[in-house]
Nanobody, 115 residues
């Protein structure tokens, strides 16, 4: 059974940093595209960052230069390092794998950027 468990969210001041983790079980995440999405209140879910099995990455324009996605194959975990956080980064952040026709989603972790 595939499970993705996100953690690391919380309340942070503007300009601060957070690191989100997505621990995978039931799959080897290095074999698939792994991605982080986010959904703010009243908005559609949007892609934030993704990493392929080969290690290539891509980012939404809004987070380029501030967020970094990386993978620790020994821990079967994908991370999203977020820095220079802005209020508009406030959202629930979800991890997703490309396995299967529609992929698998984690339950999400809340990130709130506020002073």
């Amino acid at each position: 059974q595939v499970q993705l468990v996100e953690s690391g969210g919380g309340l942070v001041q503007p300009g601060g940093s957070l690191r989100l983790s997505c621990a995978a079980s039931g799959i080897i995440c290095s074999n698939y595209v792994m991605a982080w999405y986010r959904q703010a209140p009243g908005k559609q879910r949007e892609l934030v960052a993704a990493i392929t099995s080969g290690g290539s990455t891509n980012y939404a324009d809004s987070v380029k230069g501030r967020f970094t996605i990386h993978r620790d194959n020994t821990k079967n975990t994908v991370y999203l390092q977020m820095s220079s956080l802005k209020s508009e980064d406030t959202a629930v952040y979800f991890c997703k794998t490309s396995l299967g026709p529609s992929g698998y989603w984690g339950q999400g972790t809340q990130v709130t950027v506020s002073s």
